[in-house]
């Protein structure tokens, strides 16, 4: 995958300039400084040798195949150097020369063009606007960033370059090492699509990080990230967050749902770890690529201070992982080994004074603890303290079966102990939270790698009806499709609705009333009315025939009143469903990642708490019942305080239903059933209020 | 204050030991090698001479008078030792000897025995079981913390000794220069109240650190805390946080206020900054010392790369404060000082390519902004980034009446660049997000430093009416306080309740109801009934004389069946409330800081959703005001869609009234009004119901 670009075996400098400071001699300059074993080939019409290589005119001129064209030409030239470089047989290019989208109207047709030209021969194009590409393995720094990394098993994708160089920078300070560094720049034609699926079959990448803006194609993102996550752990830090995702008082999915969210969705159900902050990307990348998977949350904590283990304690709890509970023999392992003020609990305190042989002693005993899933030790430097010796005494020890993260805190006196650990593979945080917060992303990302296979169900349903329903709305420009109209999609896909019929005349609706039984609601049915209500077009719990006729009357008067020119269809007569908690489920289209479900408790919890869980469609079963159980209303449905639990299995059906409707209907852009009335246990749902947005157009 | 301690002049270390590793030895030896200008006074009874210094066999042989004495002494010596100092004039003690409190029983006993004859004395005592003290401006390392930390203004109170030496070892990496260290130990004497109040006074201290595992005494310390930070910032780590302060479903007070959530609440009404973990305590302490405090919440970013940018405006907006609008004359200005292609926005990118200068013209045009409170400079190494000359061109035009913070992202190549800042007081982090961080602790410092004058309302009450109410129940030992003499407490206190009656037979029942209006509630009354509801002990909603006489015979015939031993007093008619929304007010003491009240929304919202807030008694108007806008469910009572708010001022007022209250009663222990019914504005609020809880014991 993208042979060329990321194991080039040799490399042309296009642009390459004899001008020190100048991108096209920069480049040129690393990739020689960095020791590329590969042909490096410097092309400019004006030079015969540049730093001490002989210079061609064209690439053509040169003969020999090229890998990799690296152009940094004026824009202007942009057109014929790469028409001339696919002429001569390049099989990709980084294009460094910036320009094109990021300025506007003619850059971007510019960039359209030269991306179209690659594209029509096979050969593929990074940037342009970028800083280059470097494989740390093949001694390849084909970037104009100074320095060439350590190479390691981390690698980079970076819809900034200025952040490229910021990780360079920080990879000796920060001791991670780098495989491949790539920046993104404007991705005309590689995105960060093309270099998950590289790097996921990279041997050198052990983790991938990335730093995007934007999103390409969704779907191609999930898929690309679903399958590489399921292979090694990407980290991906989304800038651009803000404004927050959800909005002011909104019922509506689709007023709920913000572009920060569905990211969210894409990146859980694809297994991307997200970092919130810039420092939480290398502080999660270094502990996995360092360390194994914990195959639980019991964290054990080892510590020469009480103060420090504290703190972790805190921070295990506030993950939401679990302080272990150490097995009895443990502890009274322990006691044998350790000094008699130590505390054999956890944290296990191995005091102050203690040497590079406790720490080791208080570590291979944990390790055998069957209900330790993850370790952290904690070390300041006190009067005795030998943090480099205590460093090696634990690299020493440690199995690499379970995860163990260290805080070593201070600076001067506890650097030579980080150099150490890093050395030996073992992450290193300069306070107790920090290594938790790694931990709790590894944790995280264990749980999903050890998800149960995703099966969708797919439902017995009257999609023939639906199509019909569809066509017809759309054939006559009703994107809005309305209560009733929505009740029958919904109808033939399983969901219980209330028995309704249409009635023209009062007698018609009082003869529907005693047929279907009292109480009933009557709703106007009308396609240029859509908010009834406000016009006082429903009428709840009608009890008699009287009722019914009244309220008719009175209903037809008044709508007549405030929308004469609304063509009614008639009124619609509905049962009065039995009393049950009112859950909101809907679905709201994002433009990137297509249908999104949502769910929530009714009402206020929606509008005024935004106590609402997102999930991208289609959703299996379990997917449905983790997004009832994420909400913080969760205990409600669980029931409290001796009330008893709504119909779960119910709900979760529906957001299947759901799932699977607007996956088979692409023109439903939005879906609301509000509320949806769930009942205890066993009796099930209905769907009392729905309301749909179709499209013409095509959707994702 | 505590001049002896924290500025001695001369220093005696009473078990200075001929031995180098042992404490005895190396405090005395860091005393001389850091330079202390003082007499250095060892006692040792066999040692003629240490580290070239003269020994003396008791501090009594000395002669001079000595202010603070070090004590190193095994623990069975302790009380001969502090005697004998005692009698030889010394002023304070520093115990650095363990295997007190911290080891139970005989140690704790001891300790108290210590403590107990310096009191007798005034001879003030650090310790025991702590690591010493330092003064940096004095040249003074009495601890055993091997290196001195570079001389600034930030000092540090720990109660874990091992912090210390880790905060000793990070200055110097971290750059920041520390004033005082003060390790608490196990606060036999002096807290971190006594030194909250000596820190305030330090010329040289202008921040101060803490870290606390608990707290003395908590009046004292809100009182000292809010004194201080007053003058200058106290920023606290409190660890032991967990289990986390918000417990199982509970609707009562006393099971939703937890210790953390008094802390949060104590911290809160003296002004005290909380960190949350490790690192934070320094980057807000370097912010705070370095940078004057914002004015306001506006921030404006400059970078010379665009995802940073972003990055940090992502930041800026999650924390609540605002990313400024420039001005348009700060716009045009900047149009006409930078390249075409720069951002002039915010936020305001100068390109990669920004030299020196080109920060310089973007900060000091921006800084001129009177829609500005706050400056983030984000650089990140590029090519022709020179991070120490960009440093200084920063530092040159910082003008100090805003605060400005740096984010130089990277390590080897910007730390140069660091260094520069730093050395000009301007405080630098790796990310955008860090700087955010400590930005946004600035902003809520100098929020409550500009908060108005705290007015405890003081209202007119029939505060002998609830002296008597109380004093019966508490002569017959009854602690529970039901609803109806609940009631009558807040009636005098001011509340509205709902009129009602006792009534023994049924027709005084239906009598009073007669009377009062329907419709009405009827409520069993006896003293030995505490959950009425559970045993069928009320009815609600009675409309009619044959409701009230059915309910009422109903009733007394039902609770004889179930609780026959029940002494009843009668039943109690009442009438319904007007209809309105339920909220919750109440009231719990904790065991540090006294009574917490507490504001949430009604039933589920704080049952499920916890969605309630605290805040300390004595409360001021807008303290109660802003109880009610920080809940989640404010929209709520704010109305909406349509719906109007409801009345604020009289939920505020009750909060009021019962913190009046609870301040008069120190024997009630815990109060809840819930419901208490409020209506639409300027229709006040009703007690529904309401219990107490009372104790014979002194309380806070």
Known sequence: MLKALLYPKNIAVIGASRTPGKVGHEILANLINGSFA????????????????????????????????????????????????????????????????????????????????????????????????????????????????????ISVFSQSGALCTAIVDSSVTGHFGLAKLISLGNKADLTEVDFLKALAKDDNTKVIVGYLEDIVSGDDFV?????????????????????????????????????????????????????????????????????????????????????????????????????????????????????????????????????????????????????????????????????AETARAIADCVRSDKPVLAAFMGGKHVMPGNKELFAAGLPVYNSPERAVDALKAMYEYSVWRRRPPRIVTRFRVHRRRVERIIARQLRTNRTHVGDIKAKHILSAYGFRIPEGHLASTTEEAVETAEQIGYPVAIKIVSPDIIHKTDLGGVKLNLSTADDVRDAFDLMMLRIRQVAPEAHIEGIYIEKMLPRGMEVIIGMSRDPQFGPMLMFGLGGIFVEVMKDVTFHLAPITMEEAFQMLKTTRSYEMLKGTRGKRGVDFASIANGLQRISQLVTDFPEIIELDINPFIVGETGTGTFVADARMTLTQKKTK
Chains 1, 2 share one sequence.
């Open 223 to 387: 898929k690309a990230a679903e399958d590489t996550c399921s292979i090694k752990p990407v980290i991906i830090l989304k800038a651009g967050t803000t404004p927050s995702g959800l909005k002011a008082a909104s019922s509506h999915t689709g007023g709920l749902a913000g572009a920060d969210i569905a990211y969210g969705a894409a990146f859980r159900r694809s297994g991307v770890i997200r970092a919130d902050n810039f420092q939480a990307l290398f502080d999660y990348a270094s502990a996995l690529v360092m360390q194994p998977l914990p195959m639980g949350d019991r964290v054990l904590i080892i510590t020469n201070a009480g103060g420090p283990g504290t703190m972790a304690a805190d921070a295990v709890e506030k993950s939401g992982m679990t302080v272990a509970a150490l097995a009895s023999n443990t502890a009274a392992a322990l006691k044998g080994k350790l000094p008699r003020a130590s505390s054999t609990g956890n944290p296990i305190d191995v005091l102050g004074d203690a040497d590079p042989e406790r720490y080791a002693v208080a570590l291979s005993t944990a390790q055998d603890d069957e209900s330790v899933d993850a370790i952290i030790v904690i070390l300041t430097p006190q009067a005795m303290t030998r943090p």
């Open 38 to 153: 590969g042909n490096i080939v410097p092309v400019n019409p004006s030079a015969d040798q540049i730093i001490g290589l002989k210079c061609y005119k064209t690439l053509k001129s040169y003969g020999g195949t090229v890998d990799l064209g690296i152009v940094t030409v004026p824009r202007q030239n942009i057109m014929d150097v790469v028409q001339s470089s696919i002429d001569a047989g390049v099989k990709a290019l980084a294009v460094i020369t910036a320009g094109f989208r990021e300025t506007g109207g003619e850059g971007a047709r510019l960039e359209q063009k030269m991306a179209g030209l690659c594209r029509a021969h096979n050969v593929r194009l990074l940037g342009p606007n970028c800083l280059g590409i470097m494989n740390t393995h093949e001694h390849m720094n084909a970037s104009f960033a100074g320095v060439m990394p350590e190479s390691g098993n």
